[in-house]
């Protein structure tokens, strides 16, 4: 039960921080910024990616893969932005910060996780065929 009530908390908190990248994502359009382009296209997946962390935040058993991709994907770009720290001195600081916060994120999603078993009752799309084929028998 603590554990379902604080992945929903983390699935909140994290899909508002991800919502949060539309903002530099509409100044860098609006401003015809383009040194800001490749930001603004990875923070408009994050903004969709959010959108969907507060939708999964409802019933997060039935969500497991989208919880999943948000925990690895989190990972794989802590992974780039470690490999740019070292590699651009000059932002190296904010680039070592936003890998704390991706790893942070990527293991609390992964130690929260619903355990695979823990959506039973939740209708599936491949369940729906083996249900009525059950019921039938």
Do not use: C
Not at 22 to 49: E, K, N, Q
Not at 112 to 117: S, T, V
Request: hydrophobic fraction near 55%; glycine fraction near 10%; aromatic fraction near 8%.
């Amino acid at each position: 039960m603590w554990r379902e009530r604080a992945l929903k908390g983390v699935l909140v908190l994290v899909g508002l921080l991800f919502l949060l990248g539309i903002y530099p994502t509409t100044v860098t359009l609006w401003h015809h910024d383009r040194s800001g382009d490749t930001d603004a296209m990875m923070l408009s997946i994050y903004f969709v990616l959010g959108v969907f962390l507060l939708m999964a935040a409802k019933n997060p058993a039935a969500h497991r893969s989208l919880i999943a991709f948000a925990a690895w994907s989190s990972f794989a770009h802590g992974v780039v932005m470690g490999v740019l720290a070292a590699q651009i001195p000059a932002e190296r600081t904010d680039l070592i910060f936003g890998t704390a916060v991706l790893a942070i994120i990527g293991v609390a999603l992964i130690a929260l996780a619903p355990a695979k078993g823990s959506n039973e009752g939740v209708a599936l799309p491949g369940d729906v065929g083996m249900s009525v084929a059950a019921r039938r028998t």
